[in-house]
């Protein structure tokens, strides 16, 4: 992902954080993938494996962290290598952030089958959401092993697309607790779990933008998408 550089051992410690955060990537991309098969399913053992995972997720988003203190305290990077980097810590983040939805969708849908409610819930209808949002993560890092612009842009009009499906499920949600109270905590939860959904959807978002920045130099965040097209051609 990142130029050449004079020193090769600065390059060989870019290639190296870079690949540890596609690898924490695809830790949470695992993730989401089990929990929306624990939520279309009501497996309590998917959602477990979900769970577990988070001890791990943690543990990589801190030692990339470290690592990247210490290239920055080291070399002193300056313009696009100092953006690169503060871009990665800002992806990691970000990616952990994900990982922490994926553990509460599994611990909601546990809650739900806890409750012996599933059967009454529409939860399939979140799969398709839930699918839009593992599809966008997956697309962002892609992107930003690459540093596609173009990818980044494409993936800030589709984050729009989860949003629709989120505020659509919200609606029958309130319907179905309207219709019969006995319901009302296991929506609850599964309200929750729409929101987790839709969060992992801003994560990607988030992601893409930090592309955009470390190309560009440009802070795109709150701006109208004709600026921000025009700002990568």
């Known amino acids: 992902m990142p130029e050449k550089h004079l020193s090769t051992q600065f390059d060989s410690e870019l290639n190296g954080v870079s690949s540890r955060v596609m690898e924490l990537g695809g830790l949470v991309e695992s993730q989401i993938r089990l929990a929306i098969h624990a939520l279309s399913q009501f497996s309590a053992e998917t959602a477990n494996q979900v769970i577990e995972a988070e001890a791990r997720v943690n543990a990589m988003e801190i030692d990339i962290d470290r690592d990247l203190s210490s290239i920055i305290a080291r070399r002193q990077p300056t313009a696009r290598d100092l953006r690169l980097l503060i871009a990665i810590s800002k992806t990691t983040a970000n990616l952990e952030r994900a990982g922490d939805e994926a ?15 599933s059967r009454a819930l529409p939860a399939s209808e979140l799969t398709v959401a839930a699918e839009l949002a593992s599809g966008l993560l997956r697309k962002a890092l892609d992107a930003f092993a690459r540093l596609d612009t173009a990818v980044a842009v494409s993936i800030l009009k589709e984050d729009d697309l989860i949003d629709q499906e989120f505020d659509g499920f919200v609606r029958k949600l309130i319907t179905y607790m309207m219709e019969d109270p006995r319901t009302i905590s296991p929506s609850l939860d599964l309200l929750f779990v729409a929101k987790a959904i839709e969060r992992v959807g801003d994560h990607a978002k988030n992601i893409a933008e930090f592309i955009i920045y470390i190309v560009k130099g440009a802070d795109v965040r709150h701006t109208p998408m004709e600026q921000i097209e025009s700002a990568v051609k």
């Open 103 to 117: 553990e509460k969708i599994a611990r909601m849908v546990k809650s739900i089958i806890e409750s012996g409610s």
